[in-house]
């Protein structure tokens, strides 16, 4: 790993701590930044407090300054460290997307508020690993695995995530379906206690190490891949849905039944010739730098689309080598399916909006979005009615 490379590693690593310290001259950060080689910057060094880690001496801006130039990234008032070359083996350690627990303190920042007009590999920014890790949820690597249901849901979200444990989410009772639950890391302790208790009682909570907040979506899916690819990757097929869908698991279940795993294929509900938005005002804002054509290639939208599992190992690889962006959908689904020539099927099955909240809609579509807890409820009950007959 060369002098910027390790420059890169610093800032993206405690990019939540300089903007937020009083002073450039002891900055919180992970563990993992004071594992670096700092020959870089002479005067940067790492030290421990009362078992906290700080970076200490090179300022934020001498750091900027060697990875983009004088203007290319957020400015900090004090730089005076000037850098030395070195080099050092790229093996060294993995770029980390997020302070860990010695700085869980500090509130979470977008991965991409770092220099929004410039884009930066997804391996730059993305940590491997999970936390607190069940090996039940997918036993035997998913060797009797049908299905996988990986709901994307905040930590914040304990509700929504009961609602669909009392409702569709009761098929993960079958041993040919697994439900599970991802989530990334939060700044706020009670929150975390309560994920603590509701992961010891259900055991169905899987945690990717990044901060969980709308610009780190793709990190989320990306920390699926990973999971389902170290412990789930004998399932036949995986779906990613959010927790504030309604799905009909029987409809699924059909779905999959004519369908063969062994397809390259991811399928969903299809969107074809978006634009990337270049406004920077709108939240869905992506830079040329970041992705440079006029259209994105075809994606699957991303409420819930599904793969077959062992496309997972692929599509995680792949993905780490593409100039991340926080558009999950496209990125997974658009941007590295087609570099990996994975197709993109339609199914109008998959809904992906709100529709009214009929027994009609429950049982024709196998995806509603939009649904919030109390709804769940509903939705169940008319689906197992059953009285409707629906054309």
Not at 52 to 59: D, E, L, P, S, V
Not at 64 to 86: I, K
Not at 308 to 335: Q, S
């Amino acid at each position: 790993m060369n002098k910027k490379e390790l420059a890169r590693h610093v800032i993206y690593s405690c990019s939540t701590a300089f903007r937020l310290a009083s002073t450039p001259e002891l900055i919180p950060c992970s563990v993992s930044v004071c594992k670096l080689p700092f020959s870089f910057c002479s005067s940067l060094t790492c030290l421990t407090q009362r078992g906290r880690h700080y970076i200490t001496g090179c300022a934020f801006a001498a750091l900027r300054d060697l990875v983009w130039g004088r203007h290319g990234s957020p400015n900090h008032s004090n730089a005076t460290s000037q850098t030395e070359a070195t080099t050092t083996s790229k093996n060294d350690t993995t770029i980390k997307s997020n302070a860990t627990s010695e700085s869980a303190a500090l509130p979470s920042a977008p991965v991409d508020h770092l220099d929004p007009d410039r884009g930066v590999a997804a391996e730059v920014i993305y940590e491997s690993g999970h936390v607190d890790v069940n090996p039940d949820i997918c036993r035997e690597m998913g060797k009797n695995v049908r299905l996988l249901i990986a709901i994307t849901s905040a930590p914040g979200h304990e509700s929504a995530r009961m609602a669909i444990r009392h409702t569709w989410g009761h098929y993960g009772q079958r041993r040919d379906v697994a439900v599970t639950f991802m989530l990334g890391s939060t700044a706020n302790s009670s929150i975390d206690e309560r994920i603590k208790q509701e992961q010891f009682v259900y055991g169905d909570i899987i945690r990717g190490k990044f901060i969980d907040t709308y610009d780190n979506l793709t990190l989320k899916t990306i920390s699926m891949l990973e999971w389902v690819d170290n412990y789930c990757p004998k399932a036949n097929f995986v779906l990613k849905t959010d927790d504030d869908m309604f799905i009909n698991v029987s409809r699924l279940l059909a779905f999959i039944g004519r369908h063969n795993p062994q397809q390259r294929a991811i399928y969903g509900r299809l969107a074809k010739k978006w634009k990337p938005i270049r406004s920077k005002k709108s939240k869905y804002y992506i830079s040329p730098r970041q992705y440079k054509p006029s259209l994105f290639p075809d994606f699957t939208t991303g409420p819930a689309y599904l793969l077959p599992a062992r496309l997972a190992k692929e599509l995680y690889t792949a993905a780490l080598n593409h100039t991340y962006f926080k558009l999950e959908d496209v990125f997974v689904t658009g941007i590295v399916a087609n570099s990996l020539k994975i197709k993109r099927i339609h199914a109008t099955e998959f809904l992906n909006k709100r529709v009214p909240l009929t027994a009609c809609s429950a049982q024709k579509g196998i995806s509603i979005h939009m649904i919030k807890g109390p709804e769940q409820y509903d939705l169940w009950k008319k689906l197992l009615d059953g009285l409707t007959k629906c054309k």
